[in-house]
């Protein structure tokens, strides 16, 4: 049994929900710590993408076990599959704990986090001045571990589509498929071959000519 | 928050701004009235718990109590509640500021100059030449005098915000918690205002009455330095007392945030800027305070004699 290609559409829009939604919270967590005038309004918009974002990323998490994973290109090598493996799970260790932080720090403060305008949440932790603070300083913490990460990961994944054009990029793409751009030259578009074969057809005549 | 820093030097773990206070607890008996305006829970017929912190306003902790400062009272109704309603009130009229920028310039135009041992005059004349909305609320202010003590002062929200009730009707209100008892008359020392408080709650339990305002068109919804005329209507929406006071300490309200903005569903803020400058700095002085070390306040209620 060889594994798909991409993943299932179902992963690809919970994944490119999440980098929509991640990369405004984290946007306007920076601006807002700074602002006077929006910070109220900015608070309450960044704290409702927090929980939508907890939401989410609890499907993903369950989601995951649910299909196969598409196979990686043969340009990752074992270190980097570890390395791979590695940061999605710090990825969604840190997606998972920053709104739950983020929530737990509000509950410390002693009042309620208020979603969707007036949606007050549960308080999930005491009243406590220096445990907020400790949460306080672990959400800023967080934040900037999660831009770190997602840096890694964004960069990793063009410098394998752009540079090694190994269609890394595909397997999460949405829309019209993509193909290595050396399959196009190397095969034949008169008679194309199912997908898996694609694959291991373009890999096997790249091996050594593709770079010369 | 550094402005705080530079005019009145670093105080750690204490607020930025009305730094020098004392922790109260008490109750709310509500009548019911304000809920022909709002929904909030604290508004319906019923009891509702209170914390609270007596202060006044200035960035140093062991400040002598001056008649001329601010004296706040702030209050959570059904604090850790969903439920929860957040205010810090003034005894003033109206508020000096109209915006952020306002008050940050009257903040380092107050700055004591350590020469003269007194505000530059200079600077706080220039300063009301470019806020002339500051020196007409001044005008306001000296027109009510501050009271003897915290007992019989007047304690107002001074932001507008809007009340909504059940039908979804949304009014501009003003509030204010008119006192229902005279003040011991001020003693003497740094602590002559405080002292003669803790003294006057040992004996008997505090009341204000909540009076709520409601505007009419054309009223200012987003100056806090306008006063509303004085025949607006009033509705007297219940009585707050406070019984027990004491020094501040972990776990009272020398560890909560008076954000202007936690409030219950049926209270919304206007969008007079102030409110949202509040909240923000607020936060930040929140956060710094609770990371640092804690020293003695200067209000300590045991020591305070009989």
Redesign the interface.
């Known amino acids: 049994m060889t594994a798909p290609v991409r993943y299932p559409v179902r992963t690809r829009i919970l994944h490119w929900l999440t980098a929509v939604l991640v990369f405004s919270t984290l946007f306007i967590g920076f601006v807002m710590v700074t602002s006077l005038g929006s910070y109220a309004s900015l608070r309450g918009v960044h704290m409702t993408l927090g929980v939508v974002v907890l939401a989410i990323v609890a499907v993903r998490a369950a989601n995951r076990f649910t299909h196969r994973v598409p196979k990686l290109p043969d340009t990752v090598g074992w270190v980097e599959h570890k390395l791979v493996v590695g940061s999605e799970l710090t990825l969604y260790a840190l997606l998972l704990a920053q709104p739950l932080v983020g929530w737990a720090m509000v509950s410390a403060s002693g009042r309620p986090a208020v979603v969707f305008g007036s949606l007050a949440l549960p308080r999930i932790a005491p009243f406590d001045s220096d445990l907020y603070f400790v949460l306080r300083q672990t959400h800023t913490l967080l934040a900037y571990a999660l831009v770190a990460v997602i840096a890694a990961h964004v960069s990793a994944v063009l410098l394998h589509t752009l540079t090694l054009r190994d269609g890394m990029l595909s397997r999460m793409t949405v829309g019209l498929r993509r193909r290595p751009p050396h399959w196009r030259q190397t095969v034949s578009a008169a008679d194309p071959p199912p997908d898996s074969a694609n694959f291991a057809l373009a890999r096997a005549r790249c091996h050594a000519p593709c770079n010369t | 928050m550094e402005g705080f820093r530079s005019v009145f030097g670093f105080h750690p773990g204490f607020r930025r701004n009305h730094a020098k206070g004392v922790a109260v607890t008490g109750y709310f008996v509500s009548n019911g009235n304000g809920r022909e305006l709002s929904k909030a829970a604290v508004l319906a017929p019923g009891r509702t718990p209170v914390i609270g912190r007596f202060s006044l306003s200035g960035g140093h902790p062991g400040m002598a109590d001056v008649p001329g400062a601010a004296r706040s009272l702030a209050l ?1 109704f059904a ?6 309603w ?1 205010t810090a009130m003034l005894n003033l009229p109206v508020f000096p500021d109209s915006s ?1 920028q306002g008050f940050y310039d009257r903040l380092l135009a107050s700055k004591v100059d350590p020469a003269t041992g007194k505000p530059d005059p200079t600077a706080m004349s220039a300063f009301l030449t470019a806020h002339p909305e500051t020196a007409a609320a001044m005008a306001v202010i000296k027109q009510h005098p501050p009271t003897p003590g915290f007992a019989d002062s007047t304690f107002r929200g001074l932001n507008t915000f809007f009340f909504v009730n059940e039908a979804g009707v949304r009014t501009p209100v003003r509030w204010a918690f008119v006192p229902m008892q005279p003040a011991l008359p001020a003693g003497i020392g740094t602590n002559a205002l405080f002292d003669p408080l803790v003294r006057q709650m040992r004996r008997s339990p505090l009341r204000w009455r909540l009076m709520l305002t409601v505007g009419s068109a054309g009223d200012p919804l987003l100056d806090a330095t306008l006063p509303w005329p004085a025949d607006r209507r009033t509705i007297d929406a219940g009585l707050l007392t406070l019984t027990n006071i004491e020094t501040e300490g ?2 009272n309200a ?4 008076f ?1 202007p ?2 409030l219950p ?1 049926g209270i919304e ?1 206007s969008d007079d ?1 102030l ?3 509040r ?3 607020y ?2 002085s ?2 710094a305070r ?2 640092e070390p804690k020293s003695p306040s200067a209000v300590q209620v045991d020591e305070v004699a009989p």
């Open positions: 959570a604090f850790g509640e969903a439920t929860q957040r952020p972990p776990g020398r560890d909560v945030n954000d903005l936690v569903d803020p800027p409110l949202s400058a909240s923000a700095v936060a930040a929140y956060r609770t990371g």
